[in-house]
T-cell receptor, first 113, second 112 residues
Framework: DQQVKQNSPSLSVQEGRISILNCDYTNSMFDYFLWYKKYPAEGPTFLISISSIKDKNEDGRFTVFLNKSAKHLSLHIVPSQPGDSAVYFCAASEEGSQGNLIFGKGTKLSVKP | SQTIHQWPATLVQPVGSPLSLECTVEGTSNPNLYWYRQAAGRGLQLLFYSVGIGQISSEVPQNLSASRPQDRQFILSSKKLLLSDSGFYLC???????????FGNGTRLTVT
């Protein structure tokens, strides 16, 4: 039973345009959400996070939106650059847990020049 | 600054052989430590986590075990590897709940 779902395995975007990566979750106890970026043969790199008391968090070109009623979050990258091409993982942790993260299966983003 | 070291980067082992993967963290004290596995075409699966020396929690039943002999050292082991143990193993540290995990560069394990 997947608690964190990334339904799009891949996404292709033109350089300079917006990339929107989506993530859905089923566990209403999740209260902390993160996005990671991963290149092949490397560990995931933390990008941005959001707690459940917010609905938006912005860091440079990256913005995460959280819709608690829909149990949905998204990552917007504007403008997209070829170096953004990687696999993006959505993750969540549950209130009261030790902080261990539950990950989605990832979305491979390709930004074309 | 904090750094995490994980080795080896790649490993090829025969079925039935033992396994020991080591992870160490520098620049922080009493971190939460994690072992995750990424199997081909799948997401990151939590295997073990530890909130302190000698404290290990397992998330899934499996052929693997973990130990934390020192505050900043986390070891993943197996007595006899199975083909299904092949995958990309990632160690991570965290300063506490509601904070990001920071991952090492991973170990690519191939069991033949």
């Amino acid at each position: 039973d997947q608690q964190v779902k990334q339904n799009s395995p891949s996404l292709s975007v033109q350089e300079g345009r917006i990339s929107i990566l989506n993530c859905d979750y089923t566990n209403s106890m999740f209260d902390y959400f993160l996005w990671y970026k991963k290149y092949p043969a490397e560990g995931p790199t933390f990008l941005i996070s959001i707690s459940s008391i917010k609905d938006k968090n912005e860091d440079g070109r990256f913005t995460v939106f959280l819709n608690k009623s829909a149990k949905h979050l998204s990552l917007h990258i504007v403008p997209s650059q070829p170096g953004d091409s990687a696999v993006y993982f959505c993750a969540a942790s549950e209130e009261g847990s030790q902080g261990n993260l539950i990950f989605g299966k990832g979305t491979k983003l390709s930004v074309k020049p | 600054s904090q750094t995490i070291h994980q080795w080896p980067a790649t490993l090829v082992q025969p079925v039935g052989s033992p396994l020991s993967l080591e992870c160490t963290v520098e620049g922080t004290s009493n971190p939460n430590l994690y072992w995750y596995r990424q199997a081909a075409g799948r997401g990151l699966q939590l295997l073990f986590y530890s909130v302190g020396i000698g404290q290990i929690s397992s998330e899934v039943p499996q052929n693997l075990s973990a130990s934390r002999p020192q505050d900043r050292q986390f070891i993943l082991s197996s007595k006899k590897l199975l083909l299904s143990d092949s995958g990309f193993y990632l160690c991570a540290w965290q300063s506490g709940p509601n904070s990001p995990l920071h991952f090492g560069n991973g170990t690519r394990l191939t069991v033949t």
